[in-house]
């Protein structure tokens, strides 16, 4: 009789909890929690994480940080108690058996001919990314990533074979859970409800919050509202007076900018797939998005489309264009749906 594999997920990202890539962790474990009952599986989480989660199905293993917690810490736990790794925030342990890896996209590993915006990551930071992708492909008997396009491009860029990737993707369900703010629009009284455009954005070069800004300055009747951390340190906001840099935002605050603008943009350069626009158009506000990476893929015919290089557009009206209904897209994207294709994958390897 074979014995049930045992599973081990690094649990590092709970000491973060920051970006997308943590959020796709947290809510695919949140949902593969309820319906793993038969199997074997533990996390490993640091002792300082901001959240040690209370799982009913999945066991919870507490261990004291340490520096290099994914090399030195779960690897090491992983191969001592013969438990298969899982790791799904971009990164493998060389100490640590085979095991599945979800590798998001490979942005470091494109041609800066095909992607100008990455000579502007400087040569240490391509090169350490490099080498995090290399380790994953030796350490992964499976990866995982979030999109047909990100599929691709592992394929392209890292040879491995197409048998040996699974697409599974995002979901929006967890926006339900968000309660609209609506003191923000006290804190900007300039912000007139269903008047102005909204991103949500970062400073990293291949979010392309320029199309916004130049965008805002060849339409000057618009205006524009723009949050995320520390925008201000890149941008000199001053200089463009229908843009309104919204600071320190909290979720809550977020969802009530996204629900109550005119419509979300997201201008990106390179998305491996893009949970805030569909985070937007989760509660009916229209989506405009680069033709560009993923973003055609998630979401069809239902979102408006710019050139990620070409921000001289008429906003109005190419909101005025016609789209499809959102409800297939957000259909096609669950956590319940992407948790059961994990199990699923887990219960293959």
Same mark, same amino acid.
């Given at each position: 009789m074979r014995s049930k594999k045992k599973y081990l997920i690094d649990g590092r990202f709970l000491n973060s909890m920051t970006t997308g890539i943590d959020r796709y962790a947290y809510q695919l474990l949140a949902c593969l929690d309820k319906i793993c009952k038969e199997s074997d599986i533990a996390i490993l989480v640091p002792a300082n994480a901001k959240e040690i989660p209370a799982y009913k199905n999945i066991r919870v293993i507490v261990k004291k940080r340490t520096r290099f917690w994914t090399q030195l810490v779960f690897g090491p736990y992983a191969r001592l108690h013969g438990r298969i790794p899982v790791n799904?925030? =971009?990164e493998a342990s060389v100490l640590a058996p085979? %095991?599945?890896?979800c590798l998001h996209d490979v942005c470091y590993a494109e041609s800066e001919k095909m992607y100008p915006f990455l000579t502007e990551f400087p040569k240490e930071e391509r090169d350490w990314f490099l080498k995090i992708y290399q380790r994953i492909c030796k350490k992964a008997d499976r990866l995982v990533t979030v999109s047909e396009f990100s599929k691709q491009r592992?394929?392209?860029? +890292?040879?491995?074979?197409?048998? #040996?990737?699974a697409v599974i993707g995002n979901g929006w369900q967890h926006f =339900? %859970?968000?309660t609209p703010d609506m003191r923000i629009f006290e804190q900007y009284p300039q +912000?007139?409800? #269903? #008047?102005?455009?909204? /991103?949500? /954005?970062? @400073? !990293?070069? =291949?979010? =392309?919050?320029?199309?916004?800004? #130049?965008a805002a300055e060849n339409n000057p009747q618009a205006q524009f509202a723009a949050a995320g951390r520390k925008l201000d340190s890149? @941008?000199?906001?001053?200089?463009?007076? !229908?843009?309104t840099y919204v600071a320190d935002v909290s979720d809550c605050e977020i969802k009530a900018l996204m629900q109550e603008a005119k419509a979300?943009?997201?201008?990106?350069?390179?998305? %491996?797939f893009g949970i805030p626009p569909l985070e937007a158009m989760s509660v009916g506000t229209p989506v405009i998005v680069s033709h560009a990476a993923s +973003?055609?893929?998630i979401f069809g015919t239902a979102a408006h489309y710019i050139e990620p290089d070409n921000p001289r557009v008429d906003i109005e009206k190419l909101l005025a264009q016609p789209v499809s209904e959102k409800e297939p897209v957000l259909a096609r994207y669950s956590w319940e749906k992407s948790a059961e294709q994990l199990l699923s994958l887990l219960k293959e390897n």
């Open positions: 799904l925030c =971009n085979k %095991g599945i890896v592992i394929h392209a860029l +890292l040879g491995v074979p197409d048998e #040996k990737i =339900n %859970g968000v +912000l007139k409800r #269903k #008047k102005y455009f909204f /991103t949500l /954005t970062s @400073v !990293n070069r =291949n979010k =392309n919050l320029d199309w916004v800004l #130049k890149a @941008v000199d906001f001053s200089q463009y007076p !229908n843009v979300f943009i997201f201008p990106s350069f390179y998305e %491996g +973003l055609p893929e």
